[in-house]
């Protein structure tokens, strides 16, 4: 958290933890939105295409990346109104005041160019250029359950991995580097494998950088596990489905009993010795190889053969326990988007799912609470939120017009 005094109005007397207000300019299929929010739940509810996704999208921009759909950035600019600029070229921008315990801020983003003419996203914290997108994390954490994540644990390990990853990164910024730094490194030193001529004292060098990344990132992995199990077993009332999650994988067996330092040097020779192999592409042992995997206590099942509706209470409780790491040691709120939420749920999963993001929300309001958590849900049908009746704000979304619906 920023500790330069005005860098925030405070507001001590605040109740409300989350974002008080969500302006967008020319985002997806809004051409201008001017958003205030009450405290509690959001619950937006409109037909298919109205504009509900793009708000979670739009609210996802307020975390570093390319947000819930992962895209091109000038992917989101309105469509229409960008072809009627004289530039020809897509802009776009969010803004948005954040509650906090300790006041209010201002944050904005938006896509801007460099001179040279790419794409780049800019950041704006009450009104100053941030330094780096990593610097919203300061002030507030984003997570998001979509129905493209419904298949998570049908999907191959690497979309696991970059769930993972996602988690690790809200616990450590340096996290993303890392894994970019891996990757490109991995990269290139099979590329020199392939050609067959290479330095070797340049790819030893490459594979010593490999060792000291895919260690931390395999101690990364491991604490947001560690992490998720130690806020299942903290929480007494807990209504999800019980679950155990690990990190499998070769350099993680060695860490198990290894010393750190002891298993970057394992991996660096492991690295030496499969040179040969990995010429055909890739490296045979890494983090890049790892799997996430959960099992279904109750069940005694793993994951993926689970129902299709276990699979999202699953993929629900495994977040909805990361986010209670969040709150127990972060100052800022964490913001829960959860598209589409109500499809795959009976009526006794839902209300345990309301259950759940209501009541933390009463006893965070506590003195003693951290980073409280406000939850964003969607769905064409509003019946299956009535259950929160009195206790979220309920928006409809017709055509990108949003409208309080009490
Ligand atoms: N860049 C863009 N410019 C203009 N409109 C866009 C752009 N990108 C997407 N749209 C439109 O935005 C509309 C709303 O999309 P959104 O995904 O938010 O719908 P939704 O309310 O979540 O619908 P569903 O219930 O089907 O999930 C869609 O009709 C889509 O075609
Ligand atoms: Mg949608």
Redesign the pocket.
Known sequence: MPRTQEYWSINQQSRLSGLSRLVLHQF??YQELDLPLQSGPVV?T??????????L?AISFLSPGRGLRSIKLS??????RFNQNPSGLPSWAIAATVETSFGSAQLGTGLDYTAAGSERRLVKINGEPAKSQASLTDWVSVIWVTPQMDRLFLESASTRRKFIDRLAYALDPTHAARVHRYEHHLRERAHLLREGRYDPLWVSTLERYLAEDGVAIVVARQQVVKSLREAQRQDKSYLFPQFHAEMKGEVETWAANQPALAVEDRYAEKLKTTRPHDGAGGASTGPHRSDFQVHHLAKQLPAELCSTGEQKMLLLAVTLAFTRIQESYRSCPTILLL??VAAHLDDQHRLVLFQEICHPLVALSHEDSKGPLQVWM?G?DRSSFHDLNGQAQFLT?HN?TVMNSP
Do not use: H
């Open positions: 997806r299929n937006l409109g037909p298919n295409g109205a504009g509900k996704t793009n708000i999208e992917q989101v600019a309105n469509l229409k598209d589409d969607t064409t979304v990108a």
